[in-house]
Structure formats: C-alpha cells, structure tokens
C-alpha cells in the first residue's frame, strides 16, 4: 500500500497570503509596495483575467508595474505597507543589508511584512537532506535560508536600527500525513511584522538621506481593474452560491473562510470578510471548527 504524501491544508501559499492579507486588513493599509524577486511571467499574471471581468472586484484596484532593482528604493514611490513574500532569500548575503535599506530607510512604511522560509523546517523534507553535508534548499535559485534564531536576529536589528516594532509569526506549522518522524520546529514559513515607532520624516540611527532614493525604474504597465456595480442577490440565491462555492472549495468536507473570499462574486454581495464570517457562522449549512474554518452540513 502507498504511503500518502504530507501536505499542507490549506496550500502553504494559500497560508501564507491569508496572513499576509489578515495582517493588512488588521493595519487598514490602503497601498502596498510588493518588490518581487522574478520578473518572469509578472505582468501576465497581475492583467485582470476572465473571471476579474465576469465578476469584478469590490473595491478599485490599480497596480503600477516597476521593472528594476528592488535594493534601490524608487524616488517619489510611497505606500502604507511593503511586503516582500518569499523575496529576501533570493538576494545575495552581501546584497542583504541594501534591500533592507530601501524597504526600512527608503519607503519608511507604517507597517512591513517579509516571510521567507524556515530553513529548520527542511528536517521534515528528506530529499533536503537538512543537517547533512549534502545539504539542499528548497529552491535552485535561493541564496541562503535562515533558521529562527538568524531570522528573528536580522528582524530585530531592523527594528532597533530603523524604529520598528518587530513580532513574528509561525505559517504552515503542521502537514497532513505528515511522517511518523515529523519534527515540530516551527512553521515551514516565518514571517515578520514591522510596525512603524516613529513619523516617516523622522531621522532613524545612521540615516543617510541622499541614499533614499535611485535612479528611476522602468515603468511597465499601469493596470485598471474593472468594478461591480450590481445588486445585491435574492438570499436564496446568496446561500446556494455561497454553499456552492464551499462545496467545490472543500477537501474532505472542510473549507476555509479565505476559500470564500476568494470568488469575486462573494466578495461583491458582501463588501467586507468580517460580514461573510458573521453570515457564515449564522447558516445552519455550515458548522466552525477554527477561527476561519468550517465544515458542511448535509442538508436536512
């Protein structure tokens, strides 16, 4: 008989996103600088795709495309919150302290968010061969990955050179059919959260100020997302989408709020997660089983 695979439920990616999404809702940031670490494929992935026009988006969205070096902070560029997701691993160690610069010295944003993964984690990937000379990351093109103790150092450093308050935050701690052997060692993900102490005009330890800003980027494409503008549904119509959308969503009768969210369609009917929670928890056709988790009810 085969072994299952282990797996993440939801997808580590899916975690990821919603941290970073529930972080930024928390903070009511209204604008966000996202330095990427691959071009490749970018603009095709950010235009609005068929379902964006068949069922628009609540709120207007524009994303603004830069190509250049994300060590170098844009001039006149300023937004709420930076994220780099999955970005600082990509850079080399010598190369570090400059993205770090351009995020924490150039942007100044009132809240940051870096996630990169805990390389401990690697223990329970034996293809990793982690604590081995023949040692591999996670991905080909990874510089370095860091442990918990180097992470929360660096993160700490930039809090106290910077003016930030730094917290953390373990993503992906548990997988399904997970090894006999599984080590708990945190999250497969660590991300940290930067909140701003101080005014962005303010001087932090050792700001240099003509080095906050680079020779202009390359623009790429600046790009619109269309807006709904119907009604609202019939409430029979709105339970059979919303147990629609639950029940092609769900693995093995379980489903997560951010599922929901996920269909544009739900977004438009109810404007704000917190209302879809609220609505959620109130159906009979649903049970909660976390905080954003829930299970489908058979129908009586």
Same mark, same amino acid.
């Given at each position: ?89 990509? @850079? ?5 302290? /400059?993205?770090?610069?351009? #995020?924490?010295? +150039?942007?100044?944003?009132?809240? %940051? $968010? !870096? ?55 373990? @993503? ?5 059919? /997970?090894?006999?052997?599984? #080590?708990?060692? +945190?999250?497969?993900?660590?991300? %940290? $959260? !930067? ?106």
């Amino acid at each position: 008989m085969t072994t299952p695979e282990p797996y993440f439920f939801p997808p580590l990616w899916e975690q990821r996103r919603r941290h970073i999404a529930d972080t930024l809702y928390a903070h009511k940031v209204q604008s966000v600088l996202e330095p990427r670490a691959s071009l490749l494929n970018a603009k095709a992935q950010l235009l609005p795709g068929y379902m964006d026009k068949t069922e628009p988006r609540v709120d207007p969205l524009t994303i603004t495309l830069y190509h250049g070096d994300g060590t170098i902070p844009i001039c006149g560029l300023s937004a709420d919150a930076v994220v780099c997701s999955e970005v600082i691993e990509h @850079v080399y160690p010598d190369q570090v302290s /400059a993205l770090t610069q351009a #995020v924490f010295g +150039g942007y100044r944003p009132r809240l %940051a $968010v !870096f996630t990169t993964p805990n390389a401990e984690f690697n223990v329970n990937f034996p293809n990793l061969h982690y604590g081995t000379p023949q040692a591999m990351f996670r991905d080909a093109d990874h510089k370095f990955e860091w442990t918990r103790d180097e992470f929360r150092q660096w993160a700490q450093d930039c809090a106290d050179t910077y003016g930030y308050d730094a917290g953390f935050v373990d @993503v992906g701690r548990q997988m399904r059919n /997970a090894a006999a052997g599984f #080590v708990a060692c +945190g999250g497969c993900t660590q991300m %940290a $959260v !930067f909140v701003r102490r101080t005014a962005p005009e303010q001087q932090y330890q050792h700001q240099d100020s003509g080095e906050r800003c680079g020779q202009p980027p390359q623009l790429l494409e600046s790009i619109e997302y269309p807006v709904f503008s119907g009604r609202r549904m019939a409430a029979k119509q709105l339970e059979a989408l919303v147990e629609e959308t639950a029940r092609t969503e769900a693995m093995d009768g379980v489903f997560t709020l951010e599922q929901l969210w996920g269909r544009p369609k739900i977004q438009q009917q109810f404007k704000r997660r917190a209302a879809l929670r609220v609505w959620v928890i109130g159906n009979q056709l649903f049970s909660q089983t976390d905080h954003d988790t829930f299970c489908l009810e058979r129908r009586r």
